[in-house]
């Protein structure tokens, strides 16, 4: 499992990247949020994978690591997903406005061999 | 408790003056007046102390990580000093009251005077290094203010800039300087410092740090070759030079000098360094004084000699050289002042300061003349004048080098060339001004000031003249304490008399007056000074240089900076992928040999569904719709993933930002090209694709090396803890709003900001600005979804509700219940329209975010009201009827908070993207 968990990782970072270096602001940020979607799982990846085993305690389960998910970086994990949202959010804004009385949704705010 | 009241004084009456609601210059003058009065009263009522050899001290703790403390130190020479500072500048402050034109506005001037008073006494009562540094820079830009008062004037505002950039530049290397010193010594209290002075001399930083502290001295003072910020601040108004430029501010760096005395002195380095620097000082200013044109430039050069002389004396590393650099900053300032007011006076009357102008104006002026002239002699050195003692103290003490060889003749020899050009200039202040010809004055006919503007210089001449004919008993315990002050320790015995017997600073001195008269007389004979312009070569090399480093600067962001965003991305990457695969490949990076667990089906199948998403958005991305919505089955896979690895509260709320994200982007794709303009082929996109490759590689190597080591996790303490403290069972939770709360708190800021940001962008836009991409969908959505969202919606709220009371105990939590309302009543938008949704649902979005988040802050600030540190929570049980106790932990009121700045912000964001209308469109 943790291959399986481990290369969907790099596929997202990889698909992320080169989407991100595209030239248009929505291929941007497609690829800011699979990159957003692979940090996330690395970050949680990093309590290491405990299958069935939720950080909510119960009566009669010893309050060990053993017997639930690290919730730490599930914590963390959780911020950073509400907020690479908020960015996003942002992100659509800005290209949006970018792209304001004919400008075009080029990442430089104008068609490469436009004059500035 | 005195020090503190005393450094207060000045700033109380800037504060004073910037509240005041009506400001005119009787009232600036008299409480800047008031200010300095009253310090010289409490300077008074510590004279008993200082007589005795007392050290006052004050001290509170400010930052003591940083051994920064607010601490003051007061003891002879500080309070010597002190006295000057203040003293004058009442003096100044009555003088500045005639000085001002009506139009001249008095609250600034006068407010920014009292400023740099309290600043100049912060340096002198400083009682820790980091603490002077402070005023000592407070000092340089109030004095770059005042410089630039007039500052409709070009002269006026390029040398206050280049004040500024010098005495600036001065203050970093004397803050470094200090840093190297508070590190040697172990701390930055002046009284260890001081005690440490052998400890500092054999350090081997000595040198760098003793270079940098003078760097800052001689900046400060205008000291060779630092010197020619001086003149071009004589752009300033006059009061504003008598106080700064002669009296005080210059003479910071003397001041420093003297302060870090037994500290830094008694070296060969000190002697070499700052003897030649005082030496050049005094002899180049006292050259180019003679050729000036400018009534205040001369006096400005004047005043760099003088502090050369005075940092000569220091640099001689004896006892009796200290009481005479001391007694002529005393000196010094007296008779400077006064001449820097008697030529504002000049100029005042005639309207001009220029040399070739003014002539004879004695026939106009006599009482104005003939104390400009007491104090010009007093410059000079003339007997029974206070200059003159000093001189021959001066003189008497470069005549006794002993120590380094070839100084004990160069000094002398060149002390008296200064000594005759000082002369000479000083001869050329009295004779161009008040003899010689008619005035040629714009001004009319020039005739005395007015009384009260005159008494400053008429109090400062008979000061002048009282120490130069009875010194034992005018200056004498002054002196004492001054100079005591410096050697922190006895004095060596000296006489401080008139007459000392006929010797050779005697003969020195009427050398130089004889000389120096002459060759005054020679070179003006035919006004051939009149003729001679000096060019100011040194400004010129200042603007060069400036102008060079700023050449190189826009150089280097042409050369870095060719506004693709591709590339700077690009650049950006590569550095992370250099900086990340260099600890990896340097250590053993290989995967370890923890058991691997066995692979789910479910697994498999995520695995598959994502990373078959992911390969479709990359064939696909130019195809926007069908691009996000697999995005979104590929955040689907995401969240599924969560829930399969045990994180329920991440799943759901993944879930419910790819709704919302989602829902965002398709409204985004009505202002947005539908379809992506393909990309021209080419080798870049095989670049990108190598390096998207690489980091895709690199990652899942890391994550698979981490995830095959055992790790050793702190969460222990959370899952304890969780139930006893935090009264929740819901670890994640816990940690979310209880433990870890002041993160949280930024995180919803952050989101509350974002929504706002997206207000602010989105505000003013409107058709006119935005084309559309797409027209409107059809103008009533189907039945179907607008019954069922009014079923939903009810049902939606009471899950919301649910989700958040039950979230410390079990998944949920404030986001999670925020999103779910967000996406229903979003859900409600889209089946009825914006304009329907709008008037029912429209709240204050903003109103929801701002009490959030002080709900928020006021459970965070509630424990403060038991006495616990910020967030601190509590977990009581309630007793509701008919229920039972119910737990109700204070960190409910938090996320209350979190609750209603996440529903509030994603409510704001929605709205706002979905009322941009277009001029065609209904909704």
């Known amino acids: 499992m943790e291959l399986l968990l481990a290369s969907a990782i790099g596929v997202l970072i990889a698909a992320g990247v080169y989407l991100a270096l595209r030239a248009r602001s929505f291929d941007l940020i497609l690829g800011l949020t699979l990159i957003s979607y692979a940090v996330n799982l690395c970050i949680f990846a990093m309590g290491r994978l405990a299958p069935g085993k939720p950080p909510v305690i119960r009566d009669g389960v010893a309050l060990t690591l053993t017997n639930h998910a690290d919730p730490l970086p599930q914590a963390l994990v959780l911020t950073a997903i509400v907020i690479s949202f908020a960015m996003t959010a942002l992100l659509l804004v800005i290209a949006l406005r970018a792209r304001s009385a004919g400008a075009s949704d080029h990442v430089d705010g104008r068609e490469p061999g436009d004059k500035a | ?923």
């Open chain 2, 1 to 923: 408790m005195l020090l503190p009241i005393l450094l207060a004084l000045p700033f109380t009456a800037a504060l004073i003056l910037l509240l005041a609601p009506r400001v005119g210059r009787n009232f600036a003058a008299g409480v800047v007046a008031l200010a300095a009065v009253a310090g010289m009263g409490v300077l008074v009522w510590i004279a008993p102390a200082m007589i005795d050899g007392e050290v006052l001290r004050f001290r509170v703790e400010w930052l003591p990580l940083l051994g920064l403390s607010f601490s003051l130190r007061i003891d002879g020479f500080a309070w010597m000093f002190a006295a000057i500072v203040l003293g004058i500048g009442a003096l100044v402050v009555l003088y500045a009251r005639w000085y001002l034109a009506a139009d001249d506005p008095p609250r600034r001037f006068f407010g920014l005077l009292a400023l740099f008073m309290g600043a100049m006494l912060g340096i002198t009562i400083a009682g820790n290094l980091l603490l002077l540094v402070v005023f000592w820079e407070m000092t340089s830009v109030s004095s770059f203010l005042l410089i630039g008062f007039w500052n409709h004037r070009a002269d006026a505002r390029l040398g206050a800039r280049m004040a500024l950039t010098i005495t600036g530049a001065g203050g970093l290397c004397l803050l470094a300087g200090v840093l190297l010193i508070g590190n040697i010594v172990g701390s930055y209290e002046l009284d260890a410092v001081l005690a440490a002075g052998d400890v500092i001399r054999a350090d081997p930083l000595y040198l760098p740090a003793l270079i940098l502290v003078l760097l800052g001295a001689f900046t400060k003072s205008a000291q060779f070759p630092f010197h020619f910020w001086l003149p071009h601040a004589m752009a300033a108004p006059t009061p504003v030079s008598a106080y700064l430029h002669s009296a005080t501010m210059v003479k910071a760096g003397v001041f420093l000098l003297g302060r870090m005395y037994p500290a830094l002195a008694g070296s060969d380095e000190w002697f070499w360094i700052v003897t030649s620097v005082g030496l050049a000082t005094m002899v180049i200013g006292a050259a180019l004084a003679i050729v000036q044109q400018d009534l205040k430039g001369l006096l400005a050069y004047s005043t760099i000699s003088h502090l050369g002389l005075i940092t000569l004396l220091f640099g001689l590393n004896t006892q009796l050289a200290v009481v005479a650099a001391v007694f002529h900053i005393l000196n010094h300032a007296t008779f400077k002042a006064s001449l820097f007011m008697a030529a504002g006076i000049i100029d005042h009357e005639t309207g001009t300061r220029d040399f070739r102008k003014l002539n004879g104006l004695w026939r106009y002026m006599p009482v104005t003349g003939a104390l400009a002239v007491v104090a010009s002699l007093s410059m000079a050195g003339v007997p029974l004048l206070n200059g003159f003692l000093s001189k021959e103290m001066f003189l008497t003490e470069t005549l006794s080098i002993s120590a380094h060889p070839p100084m004990d003749w160069v000094v002398p020899a060149i002390a008296l060339l200064g000594a005759i050009f000082s002369v000479a200039y000083s001869v050329r202040f009295v004779h161009d001004v008040f003899f010689g010809g008619e005035p040629l004055c714009p001004a009319g006919i020039p005739h005395e000031p007015a009384r009260f503007m005159r008494v400053p210089v008429e109090v400062l001449v008979v000061v002048c003249l009282a120490v130069g004919i009875a010194p034992q008993y005018t200056v004498a315990p002054l002196l004492e304490i001054g100079a005591r002050g410096v050697l922190q320790g006895p004095l060596p015995d000296y006489k401080l008399s008139v007459w000392h017997g006929i010797n050779l600073p005697l003969i020195f001195s009427m050398t130089a007056l004889i000389v120096g008269t002459a060759l005054y007389f020679l070179l003006q004979r035919g006004n051939a000074l009149h003729r001679r312009d000096y060019r100011p070569l040194a400004k010129l090399g200042f603007d060069a240089t400036l102008e060079r480093v700023l050449a190189l600067a826009r150089r280097i962001t042409a050369a870095l900076e060719n506004e693709s965003l591709q590339r700077y991305l690009l650049l950006f990457v590569l550095c992370v992928l250099a900086l990340g695969s260099a600890p990896f490949l340097a250590a053993p990076s290989a995967p370890a040999a923890l058991p691997a667990l066995a692979a789910h089906p479910l697994a498999i199948l995520l695995w598959v569904m994502a990373i078959g998403g992911v390969i479709a958005v990359l064939r696909w991305h130019r195809e926007r719709f069908l691009a996000v919505i697999l995005v979104g089955a590929v955040g689907l896979a995401v969240s599924l993933t969560f829930v399969l690895l045990s994180a329920p509260d991440l799943a759901l709320t993944q879930l419910l930002v790819e709704m919302i994200s989602v829902i965002l982007m398709l409204m985004a794709l009505r202002w947005l090209p539908q379809v992506g303009a393909a990309e021209k082929a080419g080798a870049i996109r095989w670049l990108h694709a190598a390096v998207a490759v690489t980091c895709g590689v690199g990652t899942t190597a890391l994550v698979y090396a981490v995830l095959s080591r055992p790790t050793q996790s702190i969460s222990e303490f959370f899952l304890r803890n969780a139930v006893p403290e935090a009264g929740g069972a819901n670890a994640v939770n816990v940690i979310i709003v209880d433990f870890r709360a002041f993160d949280t708190l930024g995180e919803i800021a952050v989101y509350g900001i974002a929504a706002l940001i997206i207000h602010a962008m989105l505000k003013g836009a409107s058709s006119a600005t935005l084309p559309v991409q797409s027209t409107p969908g059809p103008h009533r959505p189907s039945l179907l979804l607008q019954i069922s969202t009014q079923v939903l919606l009810p049902l939606a709220i009471t899950v919301s509700l649910y989700l958040f009371l039950r979230g410390h105990n079990a998944p949920g939590g404030g986001f999670i219940a925020a999103l779910l309302l967000a996406v229903a009543l979003v859900l409600q938008y889209m089946a009825a329209g914006v304009r329907w949704s709008e008037k029912r649902i429209a709240s204050n979005w903003h109103a929801w975010i701002g009490y959030g988040l002080l709900a928020a802050v006021a459970t965070g600030i509630g424990s403060f009201a038991f006495g616990y540190p910020f967030l601190t929570s509590s977990t009581p049980y309630v007793a509701i009827p008919a229920i039972g106790a119910v737990p109700f932990a204070s960190a409910m009121g938090f996320d209350t908070g979190v609750y209603m700045v996440v529903f509030g912000a994603s409510m704001l964001m929605v709205s706002m993207l979905a009322r941009l209308k277009s001029e065609r469109g209904p909704d």
